[in-house]
């Protein structure tokens, strides 16, 4: 069984994330901060929570530093954990994790914010966490926010609002979806099931 860390940033309830890990097989801990060893095989940002928190409570909580706790295992990104890969957010005054270049904005003022619902995936080219997804499969959305990477090489899949918002990214060790593969249904699971996979490698 692979062991997986859920970062908790005290924003709110993550329990529905920890029940999906755990049902494709994880065994999953929540831990609050990088003091201790890192006896994970992956990590989890989950996605509730607003920028600026979120990164005070990486920053300010952990004698050790973000990059050097977590080397080379997979860390999976859902929603605000995806923003926080970058340089900024729109959202708040403080640096990302600056592991993808690019910055976070805001979704465009003709849309309704936040932006809830399921929404397709146009699959732009393989990804890891993508594996037997299928081009047009939905996934459940809730952001006002969007990235912007300064690459698109790093996108493997878009969603279309009427603009193109990056749906899923990936980049070395790094993996993140915008929708959150928790309430994602069948599409989500094997997902998840993906991210395992490279957790086990």
């Known amino acids: 069984m692979v062991s997986v860390a859920i970062f ?3 924003a709110g309830n993550i329990f529905s994330l920890k029940n999906s890990l755990e049902k494709v097989g994880a065994a999953v801990n929540v831990i609050t901060n990088f003091d201790n060893e890192n006896k994970y095989s ?27 706790y977590i080397g080379n295992m997979p860390v999976l990104g859902i929603c605000l954990g995806m923003e926080m890969f ?9 640096k990302g994790l600056n ?3 690019g910055e976070v904005i805001i979704l465009p003022s003709s849309m309704k914010v936040p932006h809830m619902g399921w929404n397709n995936l146009e699959i732009k080219k393989p990804g890891k966490i993508l594996e037997s997804v299928e081009d047009g499969s939905w996934a459940y959305f809730v952001h006002s926010y ?5 690459s698109d090489d790093v996108i493997t899949a ?4 009427g603009i193109k918002v990056p749906a899923v990214v990936e980049q070395d060790n790094f993996y993140g979806t915008q929708f959150h593969p928790e309430k994602s249904s069948t599409v989500g699971k094997i997902m998840l099931e993906n991210f395992l996979r490279e957790c086990k490698k």
């Open 146 to 150: 969007r990235v912007k990477p300064y």
């Open 99 to 101: 592991v993808i270049d």
């Open 42 to 68: 992956g990590l989890i940002l989950p996605g509730v929570g607003n920028f600026d928190p979120a990164m005070n409570s990486i920053r300010d909580l952990s004698k050790i530093q973000f990059k050097e």
């Open 158 to 161: 878009e969603s279309d609002y």
């Open 8 to 10: 908790d940033y005290g």
């Open 86 to 94: 970058f340089e900024k957010s729109e959202e708040g005054k403080e």
